[in-house]
Structures are given as C-alpha cells and as structure tokens.
C-alpha cells in the first residue's frame, strides 16, 4: 500500500526516526500521456495530476512535510496566507494532526470552494483588507511573535515535499524528462522541481546526460 511521500522518500527527505509523520497519504498521482498536446508541441508530453492528491491540489506534497516538521518542533499551530489551495492544504495536514491552524485570506480574493475546505478542517479565518502578499507579511510576522509555523512555501520543508513529484516522474518515465514546466502559481515548485530531476538516478541512464531545465515557457518544438 503506498504510504505517503515521507515513507517513500525519507532516504531523500530531512526526515529522522523521530519524526512525527502527519500524511494524508499524498503523492502517487498519476502522469497521464498528452497525445494532443504532444502532436502540437511536437515532444512527448506528459501532464502530472496533482488534483488527485488528498485535498485536490499540488501543496499536499509540501504540507505533509511542513506539518511533520512543525510538529517535530514542539508548534501546537500553524498559520499561513491562502488565495485557496494552501489553506485547504494547511488546515487537512493540521486537523489530522490535532493541531490549529490560522488561514490569512484577502478579502474577497478567494476560490471558494477552497475556504470551504479550510472552514470544514476547522480552520481559524482571518480576512485581510490587502492582497495575498500583506497576508504572507502578516503570517510571517504572526509567526515571529509567537509559537506557530508558517507553512507557506517560503518554508524550506515545503519545498522538500514538493521536489517529490520529480521522483515520481523519473521513476514513471525510467528517465529524467527534458524539461518540466509548472504553471506561474507554483513559483517556488517549478525550480525545485527541476533540481530533484536532475539529482534522481535513472537506472540505466548517464546522470550527467540528462538534463532538464525547469522552465515556465512551453517546450520549443522539435525542427
Ligand atoms: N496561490 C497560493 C498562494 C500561496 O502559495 P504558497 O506556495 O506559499 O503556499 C494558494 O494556494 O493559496
């Protein structure tokens, strides 16, 4: 049975025997052939389905680091700023560990169905008259006065979780891809991305032979 990104990877993950592992049991999405796209980009395309994860988005990768570590500190609470996916995330990692967690949203700026999420894992709310970048000043500041983690992805652990799709797109593939793009939203994923496919051994394959450039651009097309 597949056990969530921590035990999968904790060979390559700043993970001790000590850790408490919070998991939703994340990752192991599938990556589906893009035919269509593939004929247009002139490449082989595959498009990796991170809305199969627990709470339908990417950031469950980086949360179930985030948690785990938040919790390996002694942190009863976690805060964050969320236009939606990262506070869906936060507050399902924080309600299965049986922390709190505090959700810094701009008013009105917010997918709703995502604040659902947050609101049904018993997030505490907060709305903030000012976009989503005076809510991650706010959280941050939130989290140097007192004890709670901040589990934005300007949280190194986050990015930890999140480099796991890398592997699992090697281990998919049997190789490392040429390139991978993830969209704009994802700023601190698509490097990090990048990074843990050109450090994942491919059986049978040179390391240094392939490379792969983690860009936001599409892939030119073969000439
Ligand atoms: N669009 C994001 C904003 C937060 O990004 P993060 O990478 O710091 O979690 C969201 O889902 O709220």
């Known amino acids: ?5 921590i035990e ?16 939703l049991h994340e990752g192991n999405t599938p990556l589906l052939p893009a035919p269509v796209l593939s004929r247009r980009l002139g490449c082989d395309v595959h498009l990796k389905i991170e809305g199969a994860n627990p709470t339908g988005s990417f950031k469950d990768r980086g949360m179930t680091m ?3 570590k938040a919790v390996e500190a002694g942190n009863k609470a976690i805060i964050c700023a969320s236009t939606g996916n990262t506070s869906a995330s936060a507050a399902a990692y924080a309600a299965r560990a049986g922390i709190t967690c505090a959700v810094l949203v701009p008013q009105g700026k ?3 169905g995502k604040l659902a999420q947050a609101l049904v894992h018993g997030a505490t709310l907060l709305q903030v008259n000012g976009n989503f970048d005076d809510c991650l000043s706010l959280a941050s500041k939130l989290s140097q006065d007192f004890p709670v ?3 934005n992805s300007v949280n190194p652990d986050r990015l930890h979780g999140q480099k796991t799709a890398a592997f699992e797109i090697v281990e998919a593939l049997g190789t490392a891809p040429t390139s991978t793009a993830c969209r704009s939203a994802t700023r601190a994923t698509s490097p990090r991305t990048g990074w843990a496919t050109r450090r994942t051994p491919t059986p049978g394959t040179p390391r240094s032979g392939r490379g792969c450039t983690a860009s936001r651009r599409p892939v030119p097309p073969r000439s």
């Open 1 to 5: 049975m597949w056990r969530g990104l």
């Open 8 to 23: 999968t990877y904790r060979d390559r993950l700043p993970v001790t025997d000590s850790t408490p592992v919070v998991t």
């Open 66 to 68: 985030a948690v785990s």
């Open 110 to 112: 917010i997918a709703l």
């Open 149 to 151: 983690a901040l589990v």
